[in-house]
């Protein structure tokens, strides 16, 4: 990440191409990170004080940068910039700013800021004033390194809230393959046993068959059957007699 954009550095070929990102606008970028999660997202400061976000994309033939959103701010001070899961963090020579960047597709939307003073007395310690941002280091996961200057060092582990992906729920009847799955196997089964004439004849009709309830146990048996991947005898009975 460069003032201007991005560089792109070849070491095998050792070439430099230099990529001018869509959205910055003849903008200076004074402070990047790129984000620890989704390292094809990207956050930028411009000496303007305005805040971006944006992408980039590259493959073996070109790489691409465009900035989506752009928020200004209310300072132009010098920044530092890191990300924990879900967050930006941006540290001026006074404070430490959060930004909430979950929505991927969104403007970071600020959230706290403590003052850098007010983190040093509570580890007992006093901060002088700095005109310089804090180094900011992280882990990619939770834990956080905020330099204090005058040679202190502080380790915070980020309780900040982060959304989880949902597991979905194991519901085989719900899975659109097993309904058609049981469909087809039950189409070719009903089609095969009247062929054979066995809807005719209750004598040969077994569980599940012919006017014959299913019950539950039955429907049980077939399920376990399907998750072994064999149908087994009476699958394509019940399924005719369920969807026919």
Request: positive net charge; glycine residues 10%; contains cysteine.
């Amino acid at each position: 990440i460069t003032q201007g954009g991005l560089t792109r550095v070849n070491m095998r070929r050792l070439e430099v191409q230099n990529i001018e990102c869509k959205g910055l606008n003849a903008s200076t970028i004074v402070s990047a990170s790129f984000d620890s999660q989704a390292l094809t997202r990207l956050y930028a400061m411009t000496t303007e004080g305005d805040l971006l976000a944006g992408y980039v994309t590259t493959d073996s033939h070109s790489t691409r940068c465009t900035f989506r959103s752009r928020q200004p701010l209310e300072f132009t001070e010098p920044s530092t910039m890191a990300t924990v899961r879900g967050y930006l963090l941006m540290g001026v020579p006074q404070a430490l700013g959060v930004f909430n960047v979950s929505a991927h597709r969104g403007a970071p939307q600020y959230q706290i800021g403590e003052d850098l003073g007010d983190l040093a007395r509570q580890m007992g310690l006093e901060r002088a004033e700095q005109h310089h941002p804090p180094l900011l280091l992280t882990n990619r996961q939770r834990l956080v390194v905020v330099s204090l200057g005058q040679g202190m060092v502080a380790t915070f582990e980020s309780k900040l809230p982060s959304a989880h992906r949902r597991k979905r729920e194991n519901r085989m009847w719900g899975q659109p393959l097993v309904f058609g799955a049981m469909i087809l196997v039950g189409v070719w089964q009903y089609q095969r046993q009247k062929a054979a004439g066995v809807f005719n004849d209750p004598r040969q009709a077994g569980p599940g068959m012919a006017n014959s309830p299913i019950t539950e146990e039955e429907v049980m048996r077939t399920v376990e059957r399907l998750q072994r991947g064999t149908p087994g005898p009476g699958v394509g009975s019940i399924a005719a007699k369920k969807y026919l």
